[in-house]
Nanobody, 128 residues
Framework: QVQLVESGGGLVQPGGSLRLSCAAS????????IGWFRQAPGKEREGISC??????????IYADSVKGRFTISRDNAENKVYLEMNSLKPEDTAVYYC???????????????????WGQGTQVTVSS
């Protein structure tokens, strides 16, 4: 059974940091593109970062809203994908989701329509 489980969310002050984890089970996440998304109350879902399936041609993408502050990475031995979030702002407050494609692709996109499997989300709140 394919499953993605996010963790690491919480309450943090502006300027702080969090590291989100996306733990995969039932499949080898290294073979598929993984995306991170977020949705704030009353707003549309936003694709913020993605990483292609592990290969020489794999790409990384960041949305302008998080570029320079967030870093996506893989730990294939742990079957996890991480999202390191630094210099957090109140506008980063949202539920964060990870998602996986069904087919292997080294070229990811933050377009949610290409992702088949989704986690349940983890809440990130940035507030003083």
């Amino acid at each position: 059974q394919v499953q993605l489980v996010e963790s690491g969310g919480g309450l943090v002050q502006p300027g702080g940091s969090l590291r989100l984890s996306c733990a995969a089970s039932g499949f080898t996440s290294a073979y598929y593109a993984i995306g991170w998304f977020r949705q704030a109350p009353g707003k549309e879902r936003e694709g913020i970062s993605c990483i292609g399936s592990t290969s020489r041609d794999a790409n990384l993408i960041y949305a302008d809203s998080v570029k320079g502050r967030f870093t996506i990475s893989r730990d294939n031995a742990e079957n996890k994908v991480y999202l390191e979030m630094n210099s957090l702002k109140p506008e980063d407050t949202a539920v964060y989701y990870c998602a996986s494609t069904r087919q292997s692709t080294p070229l990811c996109t933050p377009d949610g329509s290409i992702y088949t499997f989704w986690g349940q989300g983890t809440q990130v709140t940035v507030s003083s």
